[in-house]
Structure formats: structure tokens, C-alpha cells
């Protein structure tokens, strides 16, 4: 059993948690950056960035996470590209487990983001992979000249719908309210392009196909009128569920599970939150990177403080 | 190590119908994060099968061609891993597994490929 004691470990590989590796890197922390199974997080899953401030022609996501990880390997972060599988907050140290592998460390920045919700629906279960996804970026290919519906009305939504449209022939969006909760950027390139059309106040009550998806069963939230829409692809963009499931007994959650914190500070000294987990308003790339970046700088004069 | 082909939907003839053993083809793109993730794991599997089975992987990035051919063969996520007895598929793995389950799970598939198999010379 392996066991290191280090001054700050960053649990996740999305935006904050690198952004955070950057800053600690570059302030001599000993840092280890355990940034699951394929780092980059949402943004990973993105083709393409128009946000992020210096990039003008735009980025894709992966390769914004390709140099995002270049950046804190070039400070000095130690990096694993593996998941957390258990942490221990109970005393200082504090523990961290990768497997078998125990690692000690004195702060913790808990950056391990969201996963995407899904509807639920036993058929969405079975259809997942044949017709079914949440990624536009991984799936989008595998409906050319095919029509999807997509589901959602947020900011992803959108612009997953836009994305599915370089390839798909027709995107149907349905979402089950009046209006899009978007940028009205995104509502303005939603409603100009030709392939897509919405249908507002729909809800999705199963998804039909034996082997494939063949259709979905849409309500009409007025009317409860239910019809049936044609299709090749679902794709679930409804929003996210936190990833705190290691944290449960560790740090305090609020009832949707996210992690109780003011500002980066949850209610455990020395343990930080940045990213997605601590913005449930934003959401965005660079205030993802913007958390991250505080989070770092206070683990850093918490370590001053405590423990130099 | 036994080596991936990377295949075309142009080539599908001369790589895959005509071959006499089971011919693996993995539907990949390289924006695609599970890929990322199952490539270690996929490329660890040639050199337990020596020339016995060939192992190939399409790009549905590549070309719309690629695209096209793998949506009418059922492929609906990346990445699809599918065993085809000269040409006929046989069995496929959808998405994530871990290491020793897709190692399993694949064995399966390929030695219910047995008609492929069986044609195959075993001194090879």
C-alpha cells in the first residue's frame, strides 16, 4: 500500500479542479490532481467552445482540456488519471483512497462536478446507446441525414441541439416549459436554423423501439393530449445531478446534494469546493475556472496559516 | 503487440467479408471520451488471439462515408465494438466495460463465432 503525505489534493479533472492544479502547481504546493478515468469534465464533452475568453476561432472542448492539462503537468502537479474511490475527512491528515492507494494531505478541494439527469423512464434505460444519448459530442456522428429529438430547454440543450444539426437532418427540441432558459444567443441560432423546430410545454412520457429508437411519446402539458414523434435519436439534456456520492458521509449536503459551502469554504477546514458543485447558477466554463482559481488561493493561506 | 487496422467504409470488402477468421471492428471517433477510455483496454486484446482473429476500427469521424455505413450496420453511440463472421455480425459491446469484463465478454462473442473459427487452420 503506497502512501504520500501532500499539502493539497484536487479531486476531479474538469475545469476547476485544473485550474486549481495550475495555481497550487504554481505555488509550490505538493499537489496531487486525481482527475478521474478521462479528464476535462463537461467541457469534454463540448465541440465547440465560443466562450472562453482568447480563443477567438473557438476551441473544441477536448482540445482546451488537452492544454488545460499540459499547463498544470508544466507546474509540477502530480496528476492521476484515475478515480477517487474513498475519502476520509474525519482528522487532519486527511485521507484520500485511488484504489489501494492511500494518499494523506493537510487540504482538499472537492471539484468532482455533475452528471447529466435522465428521465427515468424504464424504456430510456434500455434504449440507452441505441438510440438514446446524452452526449452530443460522442453521438452526434451516428445520426447523419437522421432526425433527433433532443430534450431540454437549457443552455446545453441548445447547444447540443445546434451541434446534432452539422450532422442530423432534423432536431426536434421538446421542452416542458413556455420558454428557453438560455442565452439569448443560442435561442436566437435555435430559432434561425433550419433543421430545428421546438415543441414547448411537451413532456416525454416513454421512448418507443424494440432494438432501436423508433419514436418518443410526447404530453402536451395543456392539453394532456399525448401523440408520437418520429425518430432515430433522444438525446437527454435535462440538466445534472452533483457527483458527491463519495462525500455523503464526509461533508454536509444540501437536499439536492450538492455540497454546503459559502463562497469555496464548506464547513470542514481545510476542504474546499469549486467547479460545477458550488454553482448552481452559472454553470459556465469560466466560472467554473474562476472557482477553482479561489479555492487554490485559499488552500493556500489555509496551509500558510495552519501549517508553515 | 498485434497491431489495430484502421479500416474504411470503402474498404469494407477486401478487410472484413472476405476475411476467414472473426474480424473485430470498434465504431470510434476521437472526440468520443468512452473511446479514450476503452482504448488501453481495446488494444490490449490482439495479442491474446495472435492472427486468429484480426481487430480492426473505423473513424465515423473520417468521413461521412464511415458515418453513413456504420448507422445502416445499427450503430447508435461510439463506441460499438462488433464481431463479424465474414461479414455477418455476430455479437457487439456497447459502450463502457471494465477491463476484465470487456476481455470476457468479447471471448464470448468470438468463440460464438464458431463457424469463422472452424475455417480458420489452427497452426496458424
Same mark, same amino acid.
Given at each position: 500500500m503506497k502512501q504520500h503525505l501532500y499539502d493539497l489534493i484536487i479531486i476531479g479533472g474538469g475545469p476547476a479542479g485544473l485550474t486549481a492544479g495550475i495555481y497550487a502547481g504554481r505555488s509550490k504546493l505538493k499537489t496531487l490532481l486525481? $482527475?478521474?478515468?478521462? /479528464?476535462?469534465?463537461?467541457?469534454?464533452?463540448? &465541440?465547440?467552445?465560443?466562450? &472562453? /475568453? +482568447?480563443f477567438p476561432e473557438s476551441i473544441t472542448g477536448p482540445d482546451l482540456v488537452d492544454r488545460m492539462v499540459s499547463q498544470v503537468k508544466r507546474f509540477g502537479a502530480d496528476f492521476?488519471?484515475?478515480? $477517487?474511490?474513498k475519502v476520509d475527512?474525519?482528522?487532519?491528515?486527511y485521507k484520500v483512497y485511488i484504489g489501494d492507494e492511500v494518499h494523506e494531505t493537510r487540504s482538499v478541494i472537492v471539484a468532482t462536478g455533475s452528471s447529466n439527469r435522465l428521465l427515468g423512464l424504464e424504456s430510456e434505460t434500455r434504449l440507452m446507446g441505441r438510440g438514446v444519448f446524452v452526449c452530443a459530442t460522442c453521438?452526434? $456522428?451516428? &445520426?447523419e441525414e437522421l432526425k433527433v429529438v433532443a430534450v431540454g430547454g437549457g443552455e446545453s440543450a441548445l447547444q447540443e441541439a445546434l451541434d446534432i444539426t452539422k450532422f442530423a437532418n432534423e432536431v426536434v427540441i421538446v421542452h416542458r416549459?413556455? +420558454?428557453?432558459? $438560455?442565452t439569448k444567443y443560442l435561442i436566437d441560432e435555435v430559432a434561425k436554423n433550419p433543421k430545428i423546430t421546438s415543441m414547448m410545454r411537451h413532456t416525454v412520457e416513454e421512448i418507443l423501439g424494440?432494438?432501436?429508437?423508433e419514436g418518443v411519446r410526447v404530453r402536451?402539458?395543456?392539453? +394532456?393530449e399525448e401523440s408520437v414523434i418520429k425518430t432515430d435519436g433522444v438525446l437527454i439534456a435535462i440538466g445534472w445531478i452533483p457527483n458527491t456520492g463519495l462525500f455523503r458521509d464526509q461533508l454536509e449536503l444540501t437536499d439536492q446534494g450538492y455540497i454546503v459551502a459559502d463562497s469555496v469554504f464548506t464547513?470542514?477546514?481545510g476542504i474546499f469546493v469549486a467547479g460545477d458543485l458550488n454553482d448552481t447558477?452559472?454553470?459556465q466554463l469560466v466560472t467554473a475556472c474562476s472557482s477553482g482559481c479561489k479555492a487554490a488561493i485559499e488552500a493556500e493561506k489555509y496551509l500558510i496559516q495552519t501549517h508553515r | 503487440m498485434s497491431s489495430i487496422v484502421e479500416i474504411q467504409a470503402a474498404d469494407w470488402e477486401k478487410?472484413?467479408?472476405?476475411?476467414k477468421r472473426p474480424v473485430v471492428v470498434e465504431y470510434w471517433h476521437h472526440k468520443c471520451v468512452i473511446c479514450k477510455e476503452m482504448k488501453p483496454i481495446f488494444e490490449a486484446q490482439p495479442a491474446k488471439y495472435g492472427e486468429t482473429v484480426k481487430f480492426t476500427k473505423m473513424n465515423l469521424l473520417e468521413s461521412k462515408e464511415n458515418r453513413v455505413f456504420a448507422i445502416r450496420n445499427g450503430?447508435?453511440?461510439?463506441?460499438t465494438f462488433i464481431v463479424y463472421c465474414m461479414g455477418r455480425p455476430t455479437g457487439q459491446i456497447i459502450g463502457h466495460r471494465e477491463p476484465e469484463d470487456f476481455t470476457k465478454e468479447l471471448k464470448m462473442i468470438i468463440e460464438n463465432t464458431d463457424s469463422c473459427l472452424m475455417s480458420t487452420p489452427i497452426e496458424e
Open positions: 486525481v $482527475a478521474g478515468n478521462v /479528464p476535462g469534465g463537461q467541457i469534454y464533452l463540448t &465541440y465547440q467552445v465560443d466562450n &472562453y /475568453p +482568447g492521476q488519471e484515475q478515480e $477517487a474511490t475527512f474525519s482528522n487532519q491528515p453521438d452526434a $456522428a451516428l &445520426y416549459n413556455s +420558454g428557453f432558459s $438560455a424494440q432494438n432501436y429508437v402536451d402539458r395543456d392539453t +394532456g464547513s470542514k477546514p447558477e452559472y454553470r | 478487410e472484413v467479408t472476405q476475411e450503430v447508435r453511440s461510439t463506441p
